[in-house]
């Protein structure tokens, strides 16, 4: 048994250094089951700050998380961190490449602010039990009457619990070198609380992080932070231009920061069909 273990540590540092596969699944799985640690932790710290489920608990998170992004060797480059000093209920959208993202919204999380996910992540274990417990707004995108009710709920919640909401737009994970055109749901609940919109713009992963070719490198994110749109006055009738509109503009701003020469298209909806 000793000679195993022997071996498996010299093991382990010679395939980190020579296979770069090794790295991926190994920071892969470190990340993982580091989470789920950090949840357990988390859980009886979250109960006996608010007695439950509560967006308070964010902070919680929020502070137990920050320092992964060490293990992990990334760093993260902000701007923009004063767009966020808005006053009162707002909405935070944003890309989503990968898991690592959490990294990231931790990183500037604003105070009484939550996220809009799908209702799988509460199966997470420990982590699914935090993210219940931090108030984060699970919905079913397989079902858009249910999307659109938790839509209007979480807009009548903003209001009266005075919080901030955090939305994926694209509405799933996107490694490629441009945006997936936008869903309505954050501009619907935008619009229905009255509530500003924040745009956040991470820079690709791809010059650290692709998971199709088991890349796994240490590397910088550039995460810019735009500043507010307003809806104040806006209807229903006005979704689809408000959509399209930060669409362009974070496209913009993702294919600035990421170095990727801009493509002909502009327009969110028509590129993509």
Same mark, same amino acid.
């Given at each position: 048994?000793?000679?195993? #273990?022997?071996?498996?540590?010299?093991?382990?540092?010679?395939?980190?250094? =020579?296979?770069?596969? !090794?790295?991926?699944?190994?920071?892969?799985?470190?990340?993982?089951?580091?989470?789920?640690?950090?949840?357990?932790?988390?859980?009886?710290?979250?109960?006996?700050?608010?007695?439950?489920?509560?967006?308070?608990?964010?902070?919680?998170?929020?502070?137990?998380?920050?320092?992964?992004?060490?293990?992990?060797?990334?760093? !993260?480059?902000?701007?923009?961190?004063?767009?966020?000093?808005?006053?009162?209920?707002?909405?935070?959208?944003?890309?989503?490449?990968?898991?690592?993202?959490?990294?990231?919204?931790?990183?500037?999380?604003?105070?009484?602010? =939550?996220?809009?996910?799908?209702?799988?992540?509460?199966?997470?274990?420990?982590?699914?039990?935090?993210? #219940?417990?931090?108030? %984060?707004?699970? %919905? *079913?995108?397989?079902? =858009?009457?249910?999307?659109?009710?938790?839509? /209007?709920?979480?807009?009548? =919640?903003?209001?009266?619990? +005075?919080?901030?909401?955090?939305?994926?737009?694209?509405?799933?994970? *996107?490694?490629?070198?441009?945006?997936?055109?936008?869903?309505?749901?954050?501009?619907?609940?935008?619009? +229905?609380?009255?509530?500003?919109? %924040?745009?956040?713009?991470?820079?690709?992963?791809? *010059?650290?992080?692709?998971?199709?070719?088991?890349? !796994?490198?240490?590397?910088?994110?550039?995460?810019?932070?735009?500043?507010? %749109?307003?809806?104040?006055?806006?209807?229903?009738?006005?979704?689809?231009?408000?959509?399209?509109?930060?669409?362009?503009?974070?496209?913009?701003?993702?294919?600035?920061?990421?170095?990727? /020469?801009?493509?002909?298209?502009? *327009?969110?909806?028509?590129?993509?069909?």
């Amino acid at each position: 048994m000793d000679a195993l #273990w022997v071996f498996l540590m010299l093991l382990v540092p010679l395939l980190l250094w =020579t296979s770069s596969t !090794f790295v991926f699944y190994f920071k892969k799985c470190f990340y993982v089951a580091y989470m789920m640690v950090l949840g357990a932790i988390a859980i009886p710290l979250s109960i006996m700050k608010c007695g439950g489920r509560d967006v308070e608990n964010m902070r919680v998170v929020r502070a137990l998380v920050r320092h992964v992004k060490y293990f992990l060797g990334l760093r !993260f480059d902000v701007s923009g961190l004063e767009h966020l000093q808005t006053e009162g209920p707002y909405v935070i959208i944003s890309n989503h490449q990968s898991s690592l993202d959490v990294l990231g919204l931790m990183e500037v999380l604003p105070d009484r602010c =939550t996220m809009i996910a799908k209702k799988e992540l509460v199966y997470a274990g420990t982590v699914g039990i935090v993210s #219940w417990l931090g108030g %984060i707004v699970f %919905i *079913n995108r397989k079902k =858009t009457s249910d999307a659109k009710s938790v839509m /209007a709920e979480a807009a009548k =919640t903003m209001l009266d619990d +005075q919080i901030r909401l955090w939305v994926f737009p694209e509405g799933t994970r *996107n490694q490629r070198s441009d945006l997936l055109p936008f869903k309505k749901g954050a501009f619907h609940l935008a619009v +229905q609380a009255q509530a500003p919109i %924040i745009p956040i713009v991470f820079s690709s992963y791809s *010059n650290f992080y692709l998971r199709k070719e088991k890349l !796994f490198n240490s590397g910088t994110i550039t995460l810019k932070i735009l500043p507010k %749109i307003e809806t104040k006055g806006m209807t229903s009738d006005d979704v689809a231009d408000l959509s399209d509109k930060s669409y362009d503009l974070m496209r913009s701003v993702f294919l600035d920061i990421s170095g990727f /020469a801009p493509l002909t298209q502009s *327009n969110g909806p028509s590129l993509h069909h």
